[in-house]
């Protein structure tokens, strides 16, 4: 009944469902295990999970952006700040508290950002790649332990739709693209191992990572299949 009403009435998608759903059953597992309930209503319930076509940036659509020039201040800014997450996979909480402090040499003697994932409050560490260090560079001030430019989510969120209509990109550009374009076009279709993106994403396990991104991998297979099939015939 409750997600009839969501679908109907407030006309919710199936994502956002899923979600609300599960928040729904920690609270009546909670009543359970402290006796306010004696049988569980979700029992004989299958909550429908929702898997979306992942959208991300192609190679070509990542490197038309990159050296795309624009004369507005504001544009140029988001842009600059979109592909460094294109290349770090930052969220966008994890962008806006970015600060020096969190950018340090490490073992390799390459910089590195440390911090702490807000989502999962996992420590993530996430080698700087030369394409982020050449933007951080751009905006460095001295004496500031702020390292990009300060933009709400909304106006960043704006601020790409432009951004792509300039550009010529047909995809409907949000921060999290930059993080799945970083999943995807950057670390996959280049042949890093899941294991390694996992951990470079900040997920709490393995297991999210295959979910959301098997498919990417298949594709990845089959362009290595078709490479092997060359070189046997």
Not at 22 to 34: G, H, N, S, T, Y
Not at 87 to 95: D, K, P, S, W
Not at 148 to 162: G, M, V, W
Request: aromatic share 10%; proline share 2%; hydrophobic share 40%.
């Amino acid at each position: 009944d409750l997600e009839y009403y969501w679908k109907t009435e407030k006309k919710l998608r199936q994502a956002t469902i899923y979600r609300s759903m599960q928040r729904v059953k920690k609270i009546i597992q909670f009543a359970i295990d402290e006796n306010y309930l004696q049988k569980n209503p979700f029992s004989l319930y299958k909550n429908k999970k929702y898997k979306g076509a992942i959208v991300y940036l192609t190679n070509a659509e990542l490197k038309k952006l990159m050296h795309h020039q624009f004369i507005q201040k504001r544009l140029e800014q988001v842009k600059d700040m979109f592909v460094f997450c294109c290349y770090t996979g930052l969220a966008y909480q994890e962008m806006s508290s970015l600060r020096r402090h969190h950018i340090s040499k490490g073992f390799d003697n390459n910089l590195w950002i440390n911090m702490i994932r807000q989502k999962t409050e996992q420590p993530i560490a996430i080698p700087l790649l030369p394409q982020a260090e050449v933007i951080l560079d751009k905006y460095k001030q001295v004496d500031s332990e702020v390292v990009l430019p300060n933009i709400s989510n909304q106006k960043f969120n704006s601020y790409l739709k432009e951004i792509a209509a300039l550009v010529g990109i047909e995809k409907k550009l949000t921060h999290h693209i930059a993080r799945k374009t970083f999943a995807t076009t950057v670390l996959l279709l280049n042949g890093v191992s899941m294991e390694v993106v996992s951990e470079l994403l900040g997920h709490s396990k393995v297991t999210v990572t295959q979910e959301h991104y098997a498919k990417v991998v298949k594709s990845k297979v089959s362009e290595e299949i078709r490479k092997l099939t060359n070189i046997i015939k």
